[in-house]
């Protein structure tokens, strides 16, 4: 047998884009959501997503995953066409990881088992070694102490923390992170972005949306600005953050930089958003 | 009446002197003293030596046993045991057809849950007691009067449980799905491990109602012809009464009936309670 935690057949292969993205749409309904986003990620690289509510980061990440349908375009990770006729989603699903804002931890099964089941019932992996990597896994998160918790028992950050070892159980080549920290408390954020951070450190592949922008200007190495449903501007976060080149982008940014002063701002922005668009 | 005397009571002093207050001692001692007198007149009018004689009466009552728990009882447990074990599983079938994207399968399940949910249990038992003989010549149901009582209460109560089962499906968040999905887990894996087991969490306190209504329902039994070693507590209480003239038969079968439900009535109630109070 296959050791789970390999790469997949065919992935993972130099010079392939972890995550390559072309003319991607989605609706829902009449409202066109994304409105043809061409992107990509390299094999380790840590890409975060900034952007207003409502921007459409959540439906890119979940058509990542295939979690939504796109309407038009293509996805593809470690070099497998997620939209294509004959894919197995499934299996294409464990190669990717996604961490959701809620968590979702499985509220029946204790820390442990919520990141053994999978790995039991999709890997087929023995129950002994599947315990083992559990094991290992919520150690590294810091949660050595909490395998038999059940998630009701645990903070929001631990809760995130089982979410993400839970998501690495199943040895996934690209993690995606859906506002990892925006339902936590503020004092718990920090832990979960340290364990982000060390992900990303030991050269694991991320796409992560976030409005932390001190841990994006830190960990990403390029930041993806969107708004109204495309990329507006993207590069390295020294460019986009502290020197972004569209009104929009310094709108955003002032606003999540400087909450206090973004409330005084605000009529003055929309102001600035049609500049934008004249500059268009 | 109405706005004057209101008034007058708003303001605490009625006609006759009376403060508010006072009337209503007097209006609910009235009804103390009303309900004790309809007491004590039943009690005086009751011709106790024949109620005792005819209800309770120990010599009768010990001539029941040991055959009112060995046969009476325990038929009455396997025909709801029987019963309950068909319509879980018939229930979350149908549940499930019932939220299958397949729309033969919704039509179907639809129709199943509105007609044995509007037919009366003792045609059901009279269809399969009568009709499936008739039907299937020669076609045994397994078990004999034990199968066909199982049959008929599994027919009727696979239409109730499958409506709570669906309600206990839609009560899990979407979230859990999404979250199974995407570690790599199919449609059919995701509702056995993850979101089935939840449901049921949430429903045991209906169910547990649902198992009091068919223990009780078991008693149409006695409208299939059965041998009196099939006889349960209803039809032995009746046959028994009816042999000795005495209608203490029937208090003690009665009597066995609610050692059953009311424990699982007070399980189902602190299951509930217990469930509103684990809400988080
Ligand atoms: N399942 C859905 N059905 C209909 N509309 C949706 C759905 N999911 C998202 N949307 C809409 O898509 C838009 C973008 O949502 P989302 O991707 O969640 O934005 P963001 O994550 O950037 O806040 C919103 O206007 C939202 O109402
Ligand atoms: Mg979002």
Redesign the interface.
Known sequence: MKGAGEPAAGAGRAGRSAVEIRGLRKSFGTNEVLRGVDFHVAPGEVVCVIGPSGSGKSTLLRCV?L?EEPTAGTVRVTGVDLTGPEVDI??A??R???V?Q?F?????LTALGNVV??QR??LRRARPEAERIARELLERVGLADKVGSYP?QLSGGQQQRV?IA??LA?GPEVMLFDEPTSALDPELVGDVLGVMRGLAEAGMTMLVVTHEMSFAREVADRVVFMDGGVIVEEGPPSRVIDDPAHARTRAFLSRVLDPAAARIGDAAESDMFRAADRDA | MTAKSAEAAEVGAAPGGLTRRRRRQLSLGGQYGLFAAAVVLVAVLADWETLRLNFANWDVARSLFPDVITVGLRNTAVYTAVGFGLGLGGGLLVALMRLSSVPPYRWFATAYIEVFRGLPLLLIFIFVGVGVPLAFPGANIPGGAAGQAGLALGLAATAYMAETIRAGIEAV?K??L?????????HS?AMR??VI??AF?IIIPPLTNELVLLCKDSSLVLFLGITLEQRELTKFGRDLAGEQGNTTPIIVAGICYLIITIPLSLLARRLEARQRR?Q?
């Open positions: 995953n979690l499934d299996a699903r464990r990717i990881g996604m959701f809620s979702n931890l499985f509220p029946h089941i999978a019932k999709v009701a979410a839970r998501a199943m | 968040p979230g859990q999404e979250a199974a999905r995407s570690l790599g887990m199919s894996r491990s993850i087991p939840q969490r684990g988080r």
